[in-house]
């Protein structure tokens, strides 16, 4: 079992950068595959971009590529997304997610654990 706990979302200028943390418990943490999602007002839940369980890999959706990074710190079972040049159509509700089967997948259902969120505006 791994229990996420998002946070360092909030309201920011176009242009600026931020950077978000899924703190997790429970042992899997290591282990797992991770990814972070988000769903803009009124949209379907999203693909941002997953990340290896040992870091050694990224992926990222197209629309954030080159802005977005994805890393991990196992040792303090944090994951991190650090987000820059944001732009408006980056607000959005931010979730990380955990795949304890390594499928390094972009869909929801490859994720078996979620957080529950956080926030993050972005005003012109």
């Known amino acids: 079992q791994v229990q996420l706990v998002e946070s360092g979302g909030g309201l920011v200028q176009a242009g600026t950068s931020l950077r978000l943390s899924c703190a997790a418990s429970?042992?899997?943490?290591?282990?797992?595959?991770m990814a972070w999602f988000r769903q803009p007002p009124g949209k379907e839940r999203e693909w941002v971009g997953t990340?290896?369980?040992?870091?050694?890999?990224?992926y990222y959706t197209d629309s954030v590529q080159g802005r977005f990074i994805i890393s991990r710190d196992n040792a303090k079972n944090t994951l991190y997304l650090r987000m820059s040049s944001l732009k408006p159509d980056d607000t959005a509700v931010y979730y990380c997610a955990a795949d304890s089967l390594h499928r390094m997948g972009i869909s929801t259902q490859d994720y078996d654990y979620w957080g529950q969120g956080t926030q993050v505006t972005v005003s012109s």
């Open positions: 990340i290896a369980w040992n870091g050694g890999s990224t």
């Open positions: 429970g042992r899997t943490f290591s282990s797992a595959s």
